[in-house]
């Protein structure tokens, strides 16, 4: 069997948006090429300013039919075991904050005083070596260890990656929710793989997540991050950090406007750049 892809080169701001888009006219899959992270060797990389978007869909009919919904692109047949292999020659093990986190097909000792994640993304999203998810990651390490115990809601876990790490870097209680089942399934075979089984990993919405949490991560887009600020606040408890990312220079403001109306308040030292990416982190005042 084979899929079919879709490659479009758009204006890097518009990227993220255009993914989304993608995923509602069906795609099985976005990679988002925008000259950030770890470029896979050999995979055509984007011009200044702009990103390639890749999309796989199931049959060329598919393809074809996004394609006329964006405004052009280019359809190719892939064969299945493409992805198989080939994506990963560009992943090796990473240091962020107090996390060493290697991919699971890769041996490498672990540095003293790090905690190791083992990671197998498979279909979902979370290597690490996207920004955004090495900003969550390096947020996530500084608030565990001056809140030893807190508890953890990884709010789109995708891989499972931080809320595995969060765990693993002291955390106590630990959630993690994705509305993608086939995440959801990737997430507890990765949290079996590190021995920290107890992390519960749901498909449930926010609303159905019982108990309020010390810390929120949320590495989604900026426009979800608005649109679920009232359940993510919600789920923090008082004295509790969120930090939010998935945000790109421009959409600070927005973001942030949404979840400082819900009485949130800056959590000072807390925000985090990287490129063009940002991560926001606020907190809930204590009553």
Not at 18 to 33: D, F, N, P, Y
Not at 153 to 182: E, F, W
Not at 192 to 204: C, F, K, Q, S, W
Not at 248 to 272: K, S, T, W
Request: overall charge negative.
């Amino acid at each position: 069997m084979s899929t079919h892809s879709l490659t479009l080169d758009v204006p890097r701001a518009r990227a993220e948006d255009l993914s989304a888009e993608l995923w509602e006219l069906g795609a099985s899959g976005v990679e988002v090429r925008d000259g950030e992270g770890t470029p896979m060797p050999g995979l055509p990389q984007p011009a200044p300013g702009r990103a390639l978007l890749v999309a796989w869909f199931a049959d060329r009919a598919s393809a074809e039919a996004a394609a006329a919904s964006a405004g052009g692109g280019e359809v190719a047949e892939v064969p299945d075991e493409d992805w198989g292999e080939t994506w990963k020659k560009g992943l090796g093990p990473m240091v962020i904050g107090r996390a060493f986190v290697r991919p699971s097909w890769v041996d490498a000792p672990v540095p003293p005083g790090l905690a190791e994640v083992v990671l197998d993304p498979g279909m979902a999203f979370g290597t690490g070596t996207h920004p955004t998810t090495s900003l969550c990651l390096a947020g996530l390490s500084e608030l565990l260890a001056a809140r030893p115990g807190a508890s953890v809601l990884d709010v789109g876990t995708g891989s499972g990656l931080l809320a595995i790490a969060a765990r693993k870097l002291g955390a106590g209680r630990v959630t993690g929710n994705d509305n993608d089942p086939v995440a959801v399934a990737v997430a507890r075979e990765n949290a079996a793989r590190n021995g920290v089984p107890e992390v519960a990993l749901t498909e449930d919405a926010l609303p159905a997540i019982g108990g309020a949490f010390d810390v929120v991560v949320a590495n989604i887009l900026a426009n979800t991050l608005v649109e679920l600020a009232p359940e993510i606040a919600a789920r923090l408890a008082p004295g509790g950090a969120v930090l939010l990312s998935g945000i790109l220079g421009p959409q600070e403001d927005e973001v942030r406007a949404a979840y400082l109306a819900l009485g949130l308040r800056p959590l000072a030292g807390g925000d985090r750049r990287e490129g063009e990416w940002s991560l926001l982190a606020l907190e809930k005042p204590r009553a």
